[in-house]
C-alpha cells in the first residue's frame, strides 16, 4: 500500500466512531487531517497541538488546500432516537445535505483527490421477509423499498452519479455493525449479556452483519491506496454469524448464562418498524473487498470477540 505520510485527508462525520479511529491513524502515519463538524469546540482540546484542522463549513477550509483524499462519513445516528417522519427526514437529510455540499465544494475548488470514500451500510439490501435467511448478498444484490434500504440509496445516489460523470475515484462503503470497545451499538448488545439477563432477540437465527473496527480502518486505507476494481464494497467480515451465535460466543468468553429471551412481538410493540435493525436483515459477502486481494485480521466472530472481550 502506498505511503500517506505527509498528505491531507478531508473527514466528514471525523468525530464518530469510525473517524475518530481513522484520525488517529492517519495522526500516526503523520498526514494532516481536516475534519468537518458541526462543533468544532467541542473536540478542539482533544486534537490541539495536533496535525488536525476543524472547520464547521467547507467554505472555512482555505482556498487552494491540497486534498489528497476524502473520507464521507457524515450522518446522524440511526439508532440513537426512536423513528418518526420528522426523524426519518433527519437521518436522510444529514447524509445527503453534507454529500452534495461535498461534491459542490470539490466541483468550485476543482479538486480532484487521489479516492474518495464515502459511507453507506449494509442497511441497503434490507431484510428478508420470509424470515429463512437462506440467501447471502453480495454488492450487485437490490435495494428494497423499506426505510433502512432508502436512507443508504439515497446517500449513495448524492454521490455516485456526480462520482462517474466528474471521472473521480469513488469508492463506496456498505457498512455492517461496527464491533469496538468505543462502539455504542456494540457496547448496547453486550449489556444484557454481561448482567445474565437477554440472550436470544427473537427466534436468534437473524443474521449479524459486522466487522471488526481495525478491519474498518485497514480496509479504508486499503481502498484509498491500491487500484481497487470496484466502486462498490460491502465492509463486513466473511463469516455469516447470526444474532443466536454472537449470543453464544459472547457466553462462553464472558462465563455468563442469559437464560431469558426477549420476544420479537414486544421489540415491535415498543420499536414498531425499527425494530427490524434488529429481529430481521441479510447475510452480506465482502465480495468485492476479497476479490482485491484484502486480508482480513479478525475473520471469524471468535477471532473478533476473542480480541475485544480478553
Request: aromatic fraction near 8%; charged fraction near 15%; include cysteine.
Amino acid at each position: 500500500m502506498q505511503n500517506l505520510a505527509q498528505h491531507t485527508i478531508l473527514i466528514t462525520g471525523g468525530t464518530g466512531l469510525i473517524g475518530t479511529a481513522l484520525i488517529q491513524y492517519f495522526l500516526a502515519q503523520q498526514c494532516h487531517i481536516i475534519v468537518l463538524t458541526r462543533s468544532p469546540e467541542q473536540v478542539s482540546a482533544k486534537y490541539q497541538n495536533k496535525a488536525v484542522t476543524l472547520v464547521p463549513h467547507f467554505n472555512d477550509i482555505s482556498p487552494n488546500t491540497t486534498i489528497d483524499y476524502v473520507i464521507n462519513l457524515a450522518g446522524e445516528n440511526i439508532s440513537s432516537q426512536r423513528w418518526n417522519e420528522q426523524r426519518k427526514q433527519v437521518l436522510i437529510q444529514s447524509r445527503v445535505n453534507t454529500t452534495k455540499q461535498l461534491t459542490n465544494w470539490l466541483d468550485t475548488q476543482n479538486i480532484k483527490p487521489k479516492c474518495i470514500i464515502s459511507g453507506s451500510a449494509v442497511g441497503y439490501y434490507g431484510i428478508d421477509q420470509t424470515k429463512t435467511w437462506q440467501h447471502v448478498c453480495n454488492e450487485n444484490s437490490p435495494p428494497q423499498n423499506i426505510f433502512i434500504s432508502e436512507i443508504c440509496q439515497k446517500w449513495e445516489k448524492a454521490i455516485l452519479p456526480w462520482a462517474i460523470e466528474q471521472q473521480q475515484n469513488l469508492k463506496i462503503i456498505r457498512l455492517g455493525v461496527v464491533f469496538s470497545q468505543h462502539a455504542p451499538a456494540f457496547k448496547q448488545m453486550l449489556l444484557p449479556i454481561k448482567l445474565n439477563a437477554v440472550g436470544n432477540i427473537g427466534s436468534g437465527q437473524q443474521p449479524l452483519t459486522w466487522i471488526h473496527i481495525e478491519d474498518v480502518i485497514n480496509a479504508i486505507v486499503f481502498l484509498m491506496t491500491s487500484r481497487g476494481k470496484h466502486q462498490i464494497y460491502n465492509l463486513s467480515a466473511p463469516q455469516q454469524t447470526s444474532q443466536q451465535q454472537f449470543v453464544m460466543a459472547c457466553k462462553s468468553i464472558l462465563h455468563k448464562h442469559t437464560p431469558f429471551s426477549v420476544p420479537e412481538s414486544l421489540l415491535k410493540l415498543v420499536l414498531k418498524e425499527q425494530a427490524e435493525l434488529i429481529t430481521n436483515g441479510q447475510y452480506v459477502s465482502p465480495t468485492h473487498l476479497s476479490d482485491d486481494g484484502y486480508q482480513f485480521l479478525y475473520p471469524t466472530l471468535d477471532q473478533a470477540l476473542g480480541h475485544l472481550l480478553a
